[in-house]
């Protein structure tokens, strides 16, 4: 009916989101779980894995560091393809290549599939396929929740899809050891993980059919701009301070804790602590980041000082890893161990979600995978080296700590060597203790896509609603799809 003179006006409604959105998180989150339990899965029971794949401990600790070294080769490819491929497709080619990769490590590991001489080359082999299809689903969390979800919603969905590696990790060096109690249970664990990653496969086979929703969520969301080029855009980026400062400062945090998880076995081990005691500290390294990032999450939207919640709970996570470091050389100190890696987590991994949402702040309008990338490629860097110096600075242990070891698991092959690794925690402490003042002293930044919501956020007429997934066949939601579907963003950072 035709509105006339003095009519109630028809409410505009320009923002909405749609209930598909929960199961592109729910493939984003799924492949990075099974892919995170798969790349620590070996780490509390590697003495046991280096024994059933008759092969040395270095080799096991390289099926781990392999994933970091993996993913600094990667990265720099995924940032230039989100850029320039449709989002669905990288979404997808992650899940599919992850689910590949945990199918081969499972099956490599059955006795009528495999013979035995090949099963470590076979489980390499799924494990180098897995850990290309990390960074494919890793580095894209705040990009995700930019493009699907309302401002409201970005802060819970970036914590899910970012801590869902993490998450993954928890219950790799948790799970493992409740299952893998000799040599014979490793193909066991191998076979779990891979249930999961070829679900994830299928539902983003089957699911994930568009990269972008029709109509933007938000005002943000809604403000995309011709592409530059690629090399362009990485200068950009290379000369804004506050980035530059995230990513060499909160990088070695990502990979001192990385470089803790992977070794940690190992490391409790030397001094009588048992599998099921690195399985307990594992879950709580990880596990309470959950509650940590939640708990930040909160402090910071409720006092709107993100950047200095960030810089608090770093130098806690510092002072914390500190404490670990020293009570890991000691026996029989369980409840100081499980308390400060319970802190480390909570403070530490915790922080990890609102750390990748100040880059995209620093950097916005910027693609957010590239802020994401430029932050994780220092943390991979930092880890793979400090797994490898982590044997390499070891040391023989005295003949006092020879006889509370658990270390050596007998006829394994190789030398399944205790090593006392007081040199490693000092190098490793020292590094996020420098990076912790940095980061502090010199980190700030403007909060560009939240004052650019805030200018243009919805008004009383003007709501975000949940729309059916067929409401994109109205004429406006067409006229704004063809702006933001598969949309590159900007290259100035203003």
Same mark, same amino acid.
């Given at each position: 009916?035709?509105?006339?003179?003095?009519?109630?006006?028809?409410?505009?409604?320009?923002?909405?989101?749609?209930?598909?959105?929960?199961?592109?998180?729910?493939?984003?989150?799924?492949?990075?779980?099974?892919?995170?339990?798969?790349?620590?899965?070996?780490?509390?029971?590697?003495?046991?894995?280096?024994?059933?794949?008759?092969?040395?401990?270095?080799?096991?600790?390289?099926?781990?560091?392999?994933?970091?070294?993996?993913?600094?080769?990667?990265?720099?490819?995924?940032?230039?393809?989100?850029?320039?491929?449709?989002?669905?497709?990288?979404?997808?080619?992650?899940?599919?290549?992850?689910?590949?990769?945990?199918?081969?490590?499972?099956?490599?590991?059955?006795?009528?599939?495999?013979?035995?001489?090949?099963?470590?080359?076979?489980?390499?082999?799924?494990?180098?396929?897995?850990?290309?299809?990390?960074?494919?689903?890793?580095?894209?969390?705040?990009?995700?929740?930019?493009?699907?979800?309302?401002?409201?919603?970005?802060?819970?969905?970036?914590?899910?899809?970012?801590?869902?590696?993490?998450?993954?990790?928890?219950?790799?060096?948790?799970?493992?050891?409740?299952?893998?109690?000799?040599?014979?249970?490793?193909?066991?664990?191998?076979?779990?993980?891979?249930?999961?990653?070829?679900?994830?496969?299928?539902?983003?086979?089957?699911?994930?059919?568009?990269?972008?929703?029709?109509?933007?969520?938000?005002?943000?969301?809604?403000?995309?701009?011709?592409?530059?080029?690629?090399?362009?855009?990485?200068?950009?980026?290379?000369?804004?301070?506050?980035?530059?400062?995230?990513?060499? +400062?909160?990088?070695?945090?990502? &990979?001192?804790?990385?470089?803790? =998880?992977? !070794? %940690? *076995?190992?490391?409790?081990?030397? /001094? #009588?602590?048992?599998?099921?005691?690195?399985?307990? +500290?594992?879950?709580?390294?990880? &596990?309470?980041?959950?509650?940590? =990032?939640? !708990? %930040? *999450?909160?402090?910071?939207?409720? /006092? #709107?000082?993100?950047?200095?919640?960030?810089?608090?709970?770093?130098?806690?996570?510092?002072?914390?890893?500190?404490?670990?470091?020293?009570?890991?050389?000691?026996?029989?100190?369980?409840?100081?161990?499980?308390?400060?890696?319970?802190?480390?987590?909570?403070?530490?991994?915790?922080?990890?979600?609102?750390?990748?949402?100040?880059?995209?702040?620093?950097?916005?309008?910027?693609?957010?995978?590239?802020?994401?990338?430029?932050?994780?490629?220092?943390?991979?860097?930092?880890?793979?080296?400090?797994?490898?110096?982590?044997?390499?600075?070891?040391?023989?242990?005295?003949?006092?700590?020879?006889?509370?070891?658990?270390?050596?698991?007998?006829?394994?092959?190789?030398?399944?060597?205790?090593?006392?690794?007081?040199?490693?925690?000092?190098?490793?402490?020292?590094?996020?203790?420098?990076?912790?003042?940095?980061?502090?002293?010199?980190?700030?930044?403007?909060?560009?896509?939240?004052?650019?919501?805030?200018?243009?956020?919805?008004?009383?007429?003007?709501?975000?609603?949940?729309?059916?997934?067929?409401?994109?066949?109205?004429?406006?939601?067409?006229?704004?799809?063809?702006?933001?579907?598969?949309?590159?963003?900007?290259?100035?950072?203003?």
């Amino acid at each position: 009916m035709p509105v006339g003179e003095g009519a109630a006006p028809v409410p505009v409604q320009p923002y909405r989101v749609y209930r598909r959105r929960w199961l592109v998180l729910f493939v984003i989150v799924v492949t990075q779980v099974s892919n995170g339990a798969a790349w620590l899965s070996f780490s509390p029971v590697a003495s046991y894995a280096a024994h059933y794949y008759d092969t040395t401990l270095d080799n096991i600790n390289w099926q781990m560091t392999q994933f970091m070294i993996v993913q600094l080769i990667v990265t720099p490819f995924i940032m230039w393809a989100v850029d320039h491929w449709s989002f669905r497709w990288v979404v997808v080619i992650g899940a599919v290549l992850n689910g590949l990769g945990m199918a081969v490590k499972g099956i490599s590991t059955w006795d009528l599939v495999t013979p035995t001489h090949l099963r470590y080359a076979l489980t390499m082999v799924g494990s180098v396929a897995a850990a290309v299809a990390q960074p494919f689903t890793l580095v894209i969390p705040t990009r995700y929740s930019q493009a699907w979800h309302p401002q409201g919603e970005r802060t819970l969905s970036t914590t899910l899809s970012s801590l869902a590696n993490p998450i993954g990790c928890m219950l790799g060096i948790s799970v493992t050891p409740l299952y893998v109690t000799k040599p014979a249970d490793v193909p066991l664990i191998n076979t779990i993980w891979a249930f999961p990653a070829i679900i994830a496969a299928l539902a983003a086979i089957f699911g994930v059919t568009m990269s972008h929703p029709p109509t933007p969520p938000s005002p943000s969301a809604a403000h995309c701009r011709r592409a530059e080029p690629f090399w362009r855009t990485m200068r950009t980026l290379l000369t804004s301070r506050p980035l530059l400062i995230l990513a060499c +400062c909160f990088g070695p945090a990502i &990979g001192a804790m990385n470089g803790v =998880a992977t !070794l %940690l *076995g190992q490391m409790l081990c030397t /001094t #009588g602590y048992s599998t099921g005691f690195v399985g307990l +500290c594992g879950a709580l390294l990880f &596990g309470c980041g959950i509650p940590g =990032a939640i !708990l %930040l *999450g909160l402090i910071a939207m409720k /006092t #709107g000082k993100a950047v200095e919640t960030v810089k608090i709970s770093y130098s806690m996570t510092a002072v914390c890893l500190i404490i670990f470091c020293q009570a890991a050389r000691y026996p029989d100190l369980q409840w100081l161990l499980a308390l400060s890696i319970g802190l480390v987590g909570l403070v530490g991994v915790g922080t990890y979600p609102l750390a990748i949402e100040l880059g995209v702040e620093a950097t916005y309008p910027i693609d957010q995978t590239y802020s994401n990338s430029l932050i994780f490629i220092p943390g991979s860097l930092v880890g793979a080296v400090l797994v490898v110096l982590g044997t390499a600075m070891g040391r023989p242990i005295s003949p006092a700590a020879q006889l509370r070891e658990v270390c050596t698991v007998d006829g394994a092959a190789g030398a399944v060597q205790p090593l006392d690794y007081t040199n490693y925690y000092i190098l490793m402490t020292s590094l996020i203790s420098v990076s912790a003042v940095g980061f502090t002293l010199l980190f700030d930044t403007p909060y560009h896509r939240s004052n650019r919501d805030a200018a243009g956020s919805p008004s009383d007429t003007e709501p975000v609603v949940d729309a059916d997934t067929d409401a994109d066949a109205d004429s406006a939601t067409t006229a704004v799809a063809a702006a933001v579907t598969d949309g590159p963003t900007v290259v100035a950072v203003t």
